[in-house]
């Protein structure tokens, strides 16, 4: 009975995630600003999904690479923050084993951290002067250290259900946010050292 709620419970707040932009699976119209987004996709790990994330806010990014770091890293925090509402609903759970609990409990510390660092990031950005000088460095460090470090959390969030005996729907869906969140905030810290390196 109680696994039975637990499962029509993880299947109702499943429905509740919408992400904040819908995202269209069909590339985007050719523009110049979407050349520019699937060029500069190419430097990451996850090109698809790069451009797919991106490809929606091509009239803000137009062929801004500052602009298109800071897109990345917005669409980072915003899954961040949509995983760590999810991560928080599941800790209500009723029927949870003490294993599953702790480790719900750990990733939504992990999922905190992250909101955190990529908030600290994405200022850090914003108070960036001209490219190339002392202080463009040493700020786009701090962002490469802020977004590598939330790169971090999302595994060692995903670590915490290693093991057999978590084997299981709760499993499996904080597996498939943490790795879309993975793969977004991979991208955004590629997009950053390239900049970084370029600029």
């Known amino acids: ?21 819908i995202e269209s699976t ?8 979407t050349n520019f987004i699937k060029a500069s ?21 137009q062929r801004n690479p500052r ?5 990345a890293l917005n669409v980072s925090l915003e899954r961040a ?26 990733c939504f510390e992990e999922m905190s951290d992250n909101v955190d660092r ?6 850090e950005l914003k108070s960036i002067g001209r490219p190339g000088g002392k202080e463009f460095i040493w700020h786009m460090s701090n962002v ?21 005996t978590l084997n299981g729907r709760i499993k499996s869906s904080i597996k498939a946010r943490m790795t879309n969140l993975a793969q977004v905030t991979s991208n955004a810290l590629a997009l ?7 600029y």
């Open 41 to 61: 996709c190419r430097a990451t790990t996850y090109p698809i999904v790069c451009v797919q994330s991106l490809s929606v806010y091509a009239s803000s990014i």
């Open 81 to 106: 923050q949509s995983t760590k509402t999810f991560v928080a609903r599941l800790t209500k759970l009723k029927g949870l084993k003490p294993r599953e609990r702790a480790a719900i409990k750990d």
């Open 1 to 21: 009975m109680a696994r039975t709620i637990l499962t029509l419970s993880l299947i109702f707040l499943s429905l509740f995630y919408v992400p904040t932009k």
């Open 192 to 198: 950053c050292n390239h900049f970084a390196e370029k």
């Open 26 to 33: 069909k590339m985007a119209a050719t523009t110049p600003a």
């Open 67 to 71: 602009q298109l770091v800071q897109t």
């Open 144 to 164: 490469e250290t802020w977004v590598s470090a939330a790169l971090t959390d999302d595994s060692t969030c995903v670590d915490g259900f290693s093991g057999r």
């Open 118 to 123: 990529l908030s600290k990031s994405i200022k």
